[in-house]
C-alpha cells in the first residue's frame, strides 16, 4: 500500500523538438545521464518539426507553435538498482504501445542525485505509411507571405509581372505534401496528464520493492493542497515557494484539525467554502492571479485555525436541552491569515549606509551653522563698538577713547573677516562648492533614508499581520443581562455628553452675537 508519497508527472510544450531530443541524449551536457533511447530516426524529428511549423503558418495562429510535447517522469530512489537501459526502455515501451507514436527518452539524475527521472519526448502526430499528395486541380497563386489567393492579378504588380517572392503551381503539380497525420487531441487535455499519472504510478509501484517508496495519485477531494515543482532555472521559483510554504501550512492545519477529531466532510466542506469557490470565482472575474489564490489561502488558514480552537472548547462546554452549547465566558478565536514566509519577504532592507550619509552631511551643516552663530555674534559687537564711536564723534577730550574704539572695531573687523573664510571654507574642505550644494545634498540623502526607512516598514507588516478574532458571546441569561445593563449606561452616558455639548455650543453663540 502507498505511504502517502505523490507521484510527480508533469508534461510541457516543446517549441523547438530536435534542439530538445539532442539536450536530454547529450552526455557533454548531462551530469548523470544514464540511459538514452529513440524508437525514431534523427530526420523524422526534422521532419516533423518542418510539417508542424508550415501548417502552424498557414493556420494564422499567434504565438508560438508547439512541434511536440515532454513527459517528465519522477522515480522512487529504489529503481536506480535496475539495469539503466532495461529500465527506460520498460517504460517508454509502455507508452509506444499504448499510443503507438514516435518516442525519444533518457534517464538522468540531478546534481546532487536527489531526483532520478526520465524525460519521455513524444510526438503528438503519427506517421503516415506513405506521404499524402495533394494535387493541384487548376493554378494556384500564393503571395509573398505564402497566403493562397484566388486569381493571378492578385500577385502581379503594375507592371504585370509577377511580384518578387509570389509563386504560382500549375494544374497538375503537387502543392502540399503530408508525411504526419493530423495531432491527436488527447494529448492537449488535462485527463491525459491525470490518466499517465495513474498508468506509471501502477508500473513504478509493479518494481519498487521497498514499501516504503510506493507511490500514489494525489486525491483533488482530499482536503489537503498539493505542493508544486521548482524546476531548474524556473523565472517563478520564488513565487512558487511562496505558495508550496503556505500550502503546506493549510495541510499542517488539516492534520491538527483530524487530531482534534474535525471528520473528513467538514474539511472537504471548509476546504470548498474558504478555498475552492473563493479561488473559482476569483478566476472567474479576474482570470489566474496567484497572488490573489495567496490571498484567498492565507485567509483559509486563519479560519481553520480559528475552528480548531472552537473545536477545543466545545469539548469543555455545556449542553441545553436542545443540545446546543453553552459557553461561561466570552470566547476570542484568532482567525488573522498565515503570515507570508521569510523567503517572500527576503532580507530586510538595510538603511546603515543612508543613516550615515546623513550624519556626516548633518555634521558638515552643524559646523555651517555654529560658524554662522560665530560670524553673527561678531557682527552684533561690531554694531555695537561703531554706534558707541559715533556717539563720540566730535566730542573733546575723548581722545584716549576713541583710540581704544577704533582698535577693538579694526580687532572685531579682523574677526569677522576671519569667520566669513571659516563658514566659506567648509563645504570645500568636504568636496562641495559651496553651502547650497551641502544643503541640496542633504535633502537628497534624507530622502533616500525616508524611502528605505518605508521600505522597512512595509518588510516589518509583512510577518505581522494585525490580529483578528471571531469572538462567540457567552449565551448564559445572568451574563447576558449584566452586559446589556452595561451597554445601557453607556448609552445613557453617551446621551449626557451629547446634551452637554449642545447646551456648551448654544451659550457660545449667544455669546458670539
Known sequence: MANGKNCFIQTVKLPHVRGRVRYISDPKRQENLYAAYTSADPKFWQYLSKENQADFARSGTE????????????????????????????????????????????????????????????SERKAYDEPVEKIALRNMFYDETGKHVRTKKEILDE?????????????????EKH??????????????TEDMKYFYTDLINGLVQDPAEKLKVFDKNSPYLPTRKIGKNNP??????????????????????VVEGVTEEELRFAKKKELTDPAAESIR???????????????????????????????????????????????KFDVTPAPLPEIAKGKRPSSAAQEAEV???????????????????VEKVLIRLEKERQNIDGKWFHGKEKKELDQKIAGKQQELKKAKATLAGIPGLHGYENALAVKKAYTSATKELDKIRNRQKEWDQKS?????????????????????SVLEQLDKRKREMEKRQRTKKRGYDRDCL
Not at 168 to 174: D, L, R
Not at 359 to 372: C, P, V
Open 359 to 377: 550624519m556626516r552631511l548633518d555634521n558638515i551643516l552643524q559646523k555651517m551653522k555654529k560658524a554662522e552663530q560665530r560670524i553673527y555674534a
Open 159 to 175: 507592371n504585370g509581372e509577377i511580384r518578387s517572392g509570389c509563386r504560382i503551381i500549375k494544374k497538375g503539380e503537387v502543392y
Open 464 to 484: 505581522v499581520p494585525e490580529k483578528q478574532y471571531l469572538v462567540i458571546r457567552s449565551n448564559k441569561p445572568e451574563q447576558r443581562a449584566e452586559r446589556q
Open 63 to 122: 504565438g508560438k507553435c508547439i512541434e511536440a510535447r515532454e513527459m517528465i517522469i519522477m522515480l522512487p530512489p529504489g529503481l536506480i538498482h535496475y539495469d539503466h537501459d532495461t529500465l527506460l526502455k520498460y517504460f517508454t515501451a509502455k507508452f509506444v504501445e499504448r499510443y503507438g507514436v514516435a518516442v525519444a527518452s533518457a534517464l538522468h539524475h540531478n546534481k546532487r542525485k536527489t531526483n532520478l527521472h526520465i524525460h519521455l519526448i513524444f
Open 236 to 257: 517563478k521559483a520564488e513565487e512558487i515557494r511562496i505558495d508550496n510554504y503556505l500550502r503546506q501550512e493549510w495541510n499542517n492545519m488539516v492534520d491538527r484539525a
Open 179 to 192: 508525411f504526419f497525420q493530423p495531432k491527436n487531441p488527447e494529448f492537449k487535455s488535462k485527463k491525459f
Open 285 to 331: 472575474r479576474s482570470g489566474w492571479k496567484p497572488e490573489i489564490f495567496r490571498t484567498i489561502l492565507q485567509k483559509a488558514i486563519g479560519k481553520l485555525r480559528g475552528f480548531i480552537q472552537y473545536i477545543k472548547e466545545l469539548r469543555n462546554a455545556e449542553y441545553d436541552k436542545n443540545g446546543q452549547p453553552i459557553f461561561h465566558r466570552d470566547l
